[in-house]
């Protein structure tokens, strides 16, 4: 039990004045970035990155706790009030949560997604504590082999589950892993893609890449159709934020349900709490049809909140656990953490623990005040965090420009990073316009030196035997489950095209028929 004494000493270390101020600070800007229809967690991370570089690293990681929770907290409030999710992985408590705020109980819907929240991270922050010290002893078990499949795992599992079409996953992957590619190559010293610009022989920053992609490329595209939107914003009388006794006990095991399907995902590169969410909404579905609940779908059900939010939540609060002990993002959010590492000098997996334990278990514990923090601030201030709905869109992203620009610019004060940071903001732009999804770019220029470095060590060792990529059963086992996963997400897709396919033809017959019918008459 050795866990508990080190979080212990984590606490001792997070409960002072200072820190607590900052992760306060995070948790407020998380939540007030994450309310905002479009930006989202994910956003809030990225757009905040530059900031804290002023910090030392300890004061700055606390502060990202706050922010990383926080964004998940407020996702769900546009959801909920407007039926615009701040992110994806808060669509599926949407659904209930808005039809919960037409019939007037939008303040129980914000109620249950902030407590679902903080069971959900709780429990998941739990189960990292004591699951550390394994997922550690595996860590320092692999070789090089294995981890570079485990970079190609996040890589193609990642595109094929979290784009419609698996071609755009892969598409983007590409993107990404050409980013990655700008720069010095270190072994051989051969200049890639830098257009003799020595400002870019160190490559294309992590933070100016996230900061274009993320904050940049949602400015384009709002700026892009902002006058063909509706401009009336409408926000809903939420009411009292608050759940009664007989609400506690209809949402409480849907919180334990989502809970147990959010677990497992924080540390299956699956793009985030996408996958979760929608299995444990599909699941509080069935059980409501089953006990014949008439609320479900029509006035809003606690349940179909409940569950989705806790399983958002706790999918966060072990990805937290993946990213630290393995070194593996697990989704977009994650992948710009451990961003935020590599500009520290940090490189989390077993060697972080050793190196610089009071970090790692200050940050761990700070997970936990910002937990508390965020449900005081969401329980007690929902009405304040609505009130930024109310934001004109041409100030809100005037003010999201200036902050990217600055941040990037004051970072290494060059103009070739704001120019980059422009271009890659453009390709955000035609990235969104032609759906293709982001997390697969962030995943790749964050794991693509990791997977190229350890691809090399393992052709090295094996004097260039590619057998040695499946030389043990880790990788064995690992290449399986993708190709499973890769081939029932194409046999999805395909179904997906299949039936959309065939419902076009039965509305072309339909008005076939009819305008048959309509002529027959005359």
Known sequence: MDQITLLLEGFSGALTPINLLWVLVGAVLGTAVGVLPGLGSSMAVALLLPVTFSLDPTAAFIMFA???????????????LLNTPGNSSAIASSFEGNRMAK???????LATAALGAFFGGTLATLVTVFA??????????????????????????????????????LLSLAVGLA????????????????????????????????VGLLALGEVFSVASRIHREDKSVQIIRQGRAWLNLSDLRRAAPAWLRGTAFGLPFGIIPAGGAEVPTFLAYGTEK????????????????????AAPEAAANATAGTAMGALLALGLPTSATAAIMLAAFQQYGLQPGPLLFSRTPELVWTLIASLFIGLVALLILNMGFASLWAKLLLVPKHYLYAGITVLAVLGVYAMGSS?????????????????????????????????????ETELRRALAVSAGDPAVLVSSPFTITLYS?????????????????????SNL??????????????????
């Open 505 to 522: 033809d039965r509305s072309a017959d339909d008005t076939v028929s009819s305008d048959t019918e309509t002529s027959a008459r005359r």
């Open 415 to 451: 103009v070739v990073d704001v120019w980059a940071l422009i271009a890659i903001g453009l390709i955000g732009l035609l990235m969104r316009r032609f759906r293709i999804p982001l997390a697969p770019v962030m995943i790749a220029v964050v794991l693509g030196p990791l997977a």
């Open 179 to 210: 980013l990655m590619l700008v720069g010095i190559d270190g072994p051989s010293g051969t200049e890639r893609f830098t257009f003799g610009l020595p400002q870019l022989f160190d490559g294309l920053s992590i933070v100016v890449i996230t």
């Open 132 to 169: 550390m010290p394994l997922l550690v002893s595996m860590a320092t078990m692999f070789g090089p082999a294995e981890y570079f499949a485990l970079a190609a795992f996040a890589f193609l599992a990642v595109s094929s589950v979290v784009s419609e079409s698996i071609v755009r996953g």
């Open 66 to 80: 706050g922010i990383y929770f926080g964004g998940l907290f407020g996702d769900s409030t546009a959801g909920i």
């Open 286 to 305: 069935r059980l409501a049809k089953a006990r014949g609940d008439k609320n479900f779908g029509s006035i809003g059900s606690i349940r179909g909140v």
């Open 481 to 501: 489950i993708l190709v499973i996963i890769t081939v029932v997400s194409i046999v999805q897709h395909l179904r997906k095209r299949r039936s959309a396919g």
């Open 103 to 109: 019939s007037g109980r939008a303040g129980k819907a």
